[in-house]
Each structure stands twice: as C-alpha cells, then as structure tokens.
C-alpha cells in the first residue's frame, strides 16, 4: 500500500527554478476523442459487413498500472508529472502510519 502527502516540496522546473511546495493529485486518463485520425480510420474500417477487421488484445500480462504523480505549483500553477512504481493499493493523503506499529 502505497500513502502519499496531498503536498509535497520539491522542485518545480517552471518559472520558480527552485523547490516549492507543490499539490499532488493522481493522473487519471482523459476522455478519447471520436475525432483522433486513429479512431476516424478504425472506425471507416468497421463500417459494412466483414466483422471486426483490426486483431482485439486479449492476453493481458499486467494486474497493476504504474500510478503517476500530477505535480501543480503552487507559486506559479505550472503542473508536472512524476511517475512511480506499480502498486495494487494507492492512497493519497491518507493518515500517517505511527512508527513503529503493526498493521492488522
């Protein structure tokens, strides 16, 4: 299990160039959009009979995504990001665990 701080100090390739502190929200995947020249295409291809015309991914290796860091300044807004190790379980600004403490 991953907790990360909902701040975090550290540098901030912006106009700062310097450490400041920075908010820290996961990246989350947007919206596909209908127009992309890869959807367009695929979707020209689909049209008609024949079934389905490009191969569909079914073996999967992977049960965990790599989780990336959205870094936003908070002097000067400009947003980085930061990538970390995979992980099942990823929480952010969750309580600190006490040093020391068994988990049960």
Do not use: W
């Not at 000067?76 to 379980?89: D, N, S, V």
């Amino acid at each position: 299990m991953v907790n990360i701080p909902k701040t975090r100090k550290t540098y901030c390739p912006g106009k700062c160039n310097k450490h400041t502190v920075h908010k820290v929200s996961q990246y989350k995947v947007g919206k596909p959009s209908v127009f992309a020249q890869g959807k367009r295409r695929y979707d020209r291809k689909q049209k008609g009979f024949g079934g389905q015309t490009k191969p569909v991914f079914h073996k999967k290796a992977k049960t965990t995504k790599k989780i990336v860091l959205r870094l936003e300044c908070t002097e000067c807004q400009k947003k980085h990001q930061q990538a970390i190790k995979r992980c099942k379980h990823f929480e952010l600004g969750g309580d600190k665990k006490a040093k020391g403490a068994t988990a049960y």
